[in-house]
């Protein structure tokens, strides 16, 4: 029975609500998503790549085998049998991963909120790379930091920036691999270089890892987890391996973060779901990733080198870009008279979507720089694609 008449509310929101907006990709995503156009601006990975039949499958057996337990609630860090898989499969010779030091997670965009619940307070310093990932700087945002910024170029990171803005940092974020939105990889010495540079100041890192196994050509170089296991928490996810509408991912960390991480967790969600967990241990236990990902890698480095020629080919002198060695991007700098949101309503009109660069900078943006996400348009699509920005870009040289 509805009462009659009542009083409108004139919604109140939190400061902290006040304060959020809806991600500028996100927004994008809303106009890309029409059939006629063509989006280099989606972040999603190829459904050439999910494992429908053997998801299928997978569900199939937990069901039968353990449907009760599968349907009921589960334990706040996650299904054992997983958390195990994990730390076997992120554990090297010198440097043994345990299972508790692992939090499943709710996709690891949740591993960046809950970091960013128990490690940032109102100004706390947290450290980024310019530019970042955008998903990353929208977490921490909520919970009021300073962000400072530090420079990269095209090895990733520049370790030596530390020493000037690294003292007294609650976190830095990194992205050594295959970097969300630049493409770029962290060498061998840059990263022996950072986690030193870390642990000298006593700053903990977060090494955000979800295109790590995504490499072209040749195994991926160490993680930074490994080089300092007590001074960094990596994040790891099943979107990009498997498929991201599972919305799994899992965080390792010191198991006395670990255990605070999980605290915040309780009051976010309970547990992740557990016949997700238990369906993607049943799909991983017997080695399907190590058939499946180089699947993806071929798939990947092909339509990567199709949109290196296309660029190559069509864009005027004076443009530069990226040439990943794995992942799903590339970062196009343009002459810096040009801004990247103003050329992405001309490319919208002809059809044709990227992401500006300038949400991804937590600082000072640089309105000339663009993302390209290839590994979901057809390479003829790439070429028609990348010959429309082109003539869009030299027509403002
Ligand atoms: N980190 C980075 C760098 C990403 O690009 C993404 C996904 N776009 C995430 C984290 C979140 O991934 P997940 O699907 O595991 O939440």
Same mark, same amino acid.
């Given at each position: 029975?509805?009462?009659? #008449?009542?009083?409108?509310? $004139?919604?109140? &929101?939190?400061?902290?609500?006040?304060?959020?907006?809806?991600?500028?990709?996100?927004?994008?995503?809303?106009?890309?998503?029409?059939?006629? +156009?063509?989006? &280099? =601006?989606? @972040?999603?990975?190829?459904?050439?790549?999910?494992?429908?039949?053997?998801?299928?499958?997978?569900?199939?057996?937990?069901? /039968?085998?353990?449907?009760?337990? *599968?349907? $009921?609630?589960?334990?706040?860090?996650?299904?054992?049998?997983?958390?195990?898989?994990? *730390?076997?499969?992120?554990?090297? /010779?010198?440097?043994?991963?345990?299972?508790?030091?692992?939090?499943?997670?709710?996709?690891?965009? %949740?591993?960046?909120?809950?970091?960013?619940?128990?490690? +940032?307070?109102?100004?706390?310093?947290?450290?980024? !790379?310019?530019?970042?990932?955008?998903?990353?700087?929208?977490?921490?945002?909520?919970?009021?930091? !300073?962000?400072?910024?530090?420079?990269?170029?095209?090895?990733?990171?520049?370790?030596?920036?530390?020493?000037?803005?690294? %003292?007294?940092?609650?976190?830095?974020?990194?992205?050594?691999? &295959? $970097?969300?939105?630049?493409?770029?990889?962290?060498?061998?010495?840059?990263?022996?270089?950072?986690?030193?540079?870390? =642990?000298?100041?006593?700053?903990?890192?977060?090494?955000?890892?979800?295109?790590? =196994?995504?490499?072209? #050509?040749? !195994?991926?170089?160490?993680?930074?987890?490994?080089?300092?296991?007590?001074?960094?928490?990596?994040?790891?996810? &099943?979107?990009?391996?498997?498929?991201? @509408?599972?919305?799994?991912?899992?965080?390792? *960390?010191?198991?006395?973060?670990?255990?605070?991480?999980?605290? *915040?967790?309780?009051?976010?969600?309970?547990?992740?779901?557990?016949?997700?967990?238990?369906?993607?241990?049943?799909?991983?236990?017997?080695?399907?990733?190590?058939?499946?990902?180089?699947? +993806?890698?071929?798939?990947?480095?092909?339509?990567?080198?199709?949109?290196?020629?296309?660029?190559?080919?069509?864009?005027?002198? @004076?443009? /530069?870009?990226?040439?990943?060695?794995? @992942?799903?991007?590339?970062?196009?700098?343009?002459?810096?008279?040009?801004? /990247?949101?103003?050329?992405?309503?001309?490319?919208?009109?002809?059809?044709?979507?990227?992401?500006?660069?300038?949400?991804?900078?937590?600082?000072?943006?640089?309105? #000339?720089?663009?993302?390209?996400?290839?590994?979901?348009?057809?390479?003829?699509?790439?070429?028609?694609?990348?010959?429309?920005?082109?003539?869009?870009?030299?027509?403002?040289?």
């Amino acid at each position: 029975m509805k009462i009659e #008449n009542p009083n409108p509310i $004139q919604w109140q &929101f939190s400061q902290r609500a006040e304060q959020l907006q809806s991600s500028a990709i996100r927004e994008i995503l809303k106009i890309t998503m029409r059939p006629e +156009i063509i989006s &280099f =601006a989606g @972040g999603l990975p190829s459904p050439q790549t999910f494992p429908v039949e053997r998801m299928r499958e997978a569900y199939d057996a937990v069901l /039968s085998r353990a449907g009760k337990v *599968a349907l $009921q609630y589960g334990p706040s860090d996650g299904y054992a049998p997983l958390r195990e898989w994990i *730390a076997d499969s992120l554990s090297t /010779s010198d440097c043994p991963i345990v299972p508790e030091q692992v939090l499943m997670l709710s996709g690891s965009q %949740q591993g960046l909120d809950l970091l960013g619940k128990v490690l +940032i307070d109102e100004g706390s310093k947290i450290l980024v !790379e310019t530019p970042s990932y955008l998903g990353a700087l929208q977490a921490f945002s909520v919970y009021r930091p !300073e962000f400072v910024s530090v420079a990269t170029d095209d090895d990733g990171l520049v370790p030596e920036a530390l020493d000037a803005v690294g %003292q007294g940092a609650r976190l830095l974020y990194s992205l050594p691999n &295959f $970097q969300n939105p630049t493409g770029r990889s962290m060498t061998l010495a840059r990263r022996i270089a950072l986690v030193e540079a870390c =642990a000298r100041l006593r700053v903990p890192l977060i090494e955000d890892d979800p295109y790590g =196994a995504l490499s072209y #050509n040749g !195994e991926p170089l160490p993680k930074l987890l490994n080089m300092n296991p007590s001074g960094v928490v990596y994040m790891g996810s &099943f979107s990009k391996v498997l498929t991201p @509408g599972i919305r799994l991912g899992y965080a390792v *960390a010191p198991v006395p973060l670990a255990r605070k991480m999980e605290q *915040a967790k309780q009051a976010t969600d309970l547990h992740t779901a557990q016949l997700t967990q238990m369906v993607v241990h049943e799909v991983v236990k017997d080695g399907f990733l190590t058939e499946h990902i180089p699947t +993806i890698r071929k798939l990947y480095a092909a339509q990567c080198q199709s949109m290196l020629d296309a660029l190559q080919e069509f864009f005027p002198a @004076g443009a /530069s870009w990226t040439r990943p060695q794995g @992942g799903m991007f590339i970062w196009v700098t343009l002459p810096k008279h040009i801004n /990247s949101m103003e050329l992405l309503e001309a490319a919208v009109a002809q059809n044709v979507a990227f992401v500006p660069g300038a949400p991804f900078y937590a600082n000072t943006p640089e309105p #000339n720089t663009l993302r390209l996400s290839f590994v979901t348009v057809p390479p003829e699509q790439i070429r028609i694609g990348v010959e429309k920005l082109g003539k869009l870009i030299a027509a403002r040289m």
